[in-house]
């Protein structure tokens, strides 16, 4: 069974930092793209950053060098570094493990606030 668990949420104040982990089980990781994505209130889930298998990472312009995701293959699990946060940082963040679109796992997601 696939398990992905997140953790590392809570209240950031502006210009704080933040790092997710999500430990995944059930899967061969190593061959996975992982990924971090988002969902605001009222707003459609979004893609932050993804990670696929040689290292390569792709994110979103609104976060582009200030979050930094990367993966620890030893440990089957994949972060989510959150710099200079922003109050519209603010949102559920889910971690994502997709091999293909029957191979397409989340995890439970994490609350992210980022409030003075």
């Known amino acids: 069974q696939v398990q992905l668990v997140e953790s590392g949420g809570g209240l950031a104040q502006p210009g704080g930092s933040l790092r997710l982990s999500c430990a995944a089980s059930?899967?061969?990781?190593?061959?996975?793209?992982m990924g971090w994505y988002r969902q605001g209130p009222g707003n459609q889930r979004v893609m932050v950053a993804a990670?696929?298998?040689?290292?390569?990472?792709n994110y979103a312009n609104s976060v582009r060098g200030r979050f930094t995701i990367s993966r620890d293959n030893a440990k089957n699990t994949v972060y989510l570094q959150m710099n200079n946060l922003k109050p519209e940082d603010t949102a559920v963040y889910y971690c994502?493990?997709?091999?293909?679109?029957?191979?397409?796992?989340w995890g439970q997601g994490t609350q992210v606030t980022v409030s003075s």
């Open positions: 994502n493990a997709f091999l293909g679109y029957q191979s397409n796992y």
């Open positions: 059930g899967i061969i990781f190593t061959i996975y793209t």
């Open positions: 990670i696929i298998s040689d290292g390569t990472t």
